[in-house]
């Protein structure tokens, strides 16, 4: 390697970090190449075991939690107001009954 640096001649690295060489353009097919590497790197390494028990646990641990859906809770929201309006509706009508029937006595 020092006979490189002395003599000038280029390594065969030299030219992807010279300034006179083209800018560095990564294809779609070096990133999907990636991608399918980490991928399997990631299937094959403990990683993906700790990943796995963790969603497990974690699944179990709500699921003991007994959670609702948004949808769920904006539902049982609506339905709790409409029936709010209902009670105090049938609450008035019926201080409404019984004050008719105290003036009927």
């Known amino acids: 390697m020092q006979e490189h640096a002395q003599t000038g001649s280029s390594s065969p690295f030299s030219s992807a970090f010279s300034s006179a060489?083209?800018?560095?353009?990564?294809?779609?097919?070096?990133f999907e190449e990636l991608q399918?590497?980490?991928?399997?790197?990631l299937a094959n390494s403990p990683?993906?075991?700790?990943?796995?028990?963790?969603?497990?646990?974690?699944g179990s641990f709500f699921?003991?939690?007994?959670?609702?859906?948004?949808?769920?809770?904006?539902h049982q929201t609506r339905l709790l107001a409409?029936?709010?309006?209902?009670?105090?509706?049938?609450?008035a009508r019926v201080v409404a009954l019984?004050?008719?029937r105290d003036l009927a006595k």
């Open 36 to 41: 399918s590497r980490l991928r399997e790197l």
């Open 63 to 74: 699921t003991r939690l007994d959670l609702v859906t948004r949808e769920d809770f904006d």
């Open 98 to 100: 019984e004050a008719g």
């Open 82 to 91: 409409s029936t709010r309006e209902k009670l105090d509706a049938l609450e």
């Open 21 to 30: 060489s083209a800018p560095f353009r990564p294809s779609p097919q070096m």
């Open 47 to 58: 990683a993906a075991d700790i990943e796995k028990n963790m969603r497990l646990m974690l």
